[in-house]
Each structure stands twice: as C-alpha cells, then as structure tokens.
Nanobody
Framework: VQLQASGGGFVQPGGSLRLSCALS????????IAWFRQAPGKEREGVSC????????AYSDSVKGRFTISRDNAKNSVFLQMNSLKPEDTAVYYC?????????WGQGTQVTVSS
C-alpha cells in the first residue's frame, strides 16, 4: 500500500503547480482522499478533500477559490491544482487516503512560493 505524491517545486507568487497523488496497492474507488500541508514550525493542516462516493469536495478557507482537487479513478490518482500561489502556501504537501478503519499517508512533496 503506497501513496506517491509528486509535482511540487519552486514557483513565484501568482504561479501555479499541479500536485499528483498516485495510489498503489489499493483501489481509489473505496477511499476518501485529502491533501494536507505542513509549513516549517507549524502544525499539519488540512487543505482539501474529496469523498469516495459523489466526488463532493471541501477546501480550507485559505485556499478556497485558488485550489481545485480532483480524482481519476481509472488512473488511481488524485490531483491538486494550485493557482494564484502565495508565499504562505509554502509547505510540504501530503496526500492522505482514508476508509474506516484504515488510513494511509504519502511521503510529501515540497512546494516553495517565493520571488
């Protein structure tokens, strides 16, 4: 069972990145997926989530209107499109898969927003 996050990098304020989370060893159809982030010296915080049934989504207030989460069950992958990036978005981003009582974490991908 593995979640592989990728797509992070360095970008200037106002730029965009698209994060990917590829799942292996289990079927995305049965899991709710969330993205979290952790900035240096801060606690991990939830960014966005998408449920496994109707694809309903939710976003933290800090990213609402700028980030979009999506899933491609055929590719067993989840994506986070991040637009209008700000320096305060700088963090390690993690994907999380949950289906009671199971929960799995990916290894994280670094996003740095700076001029």
């Amino acid at each position: 069972v593995q979640l592989q996050a990728s797509g992070g990098g360095f970008v200037q304020p106002g730029g965009s990145l698209r994060l990917s989370c590829a799942l292996s060893g289990f079927n995305l159809d049965y899991y709710a997926i969330a993205w979290f982030r952790q900035a240096p010296g801060k606690e991990r915080e939830g960014v966005s989530c998408i449920n496994r049934n109707d694809g309903d989504t939710a976003y933290s207030d800090s990213v609402k209107g700028r980030f979009t989460i999506s899933r491609d069950n055929a590719k067993n992958s989840v994506f986070l499109q991040m637009n209008s990036l700000k320096p305060e978005d700088t963090a390690v981003y993690y994907c999380n898969a949950k289906r009671f009582p199971y929960e799995y974490w990916g290894q994280g991908t670094q996003v740095t927003v700076s001029s």
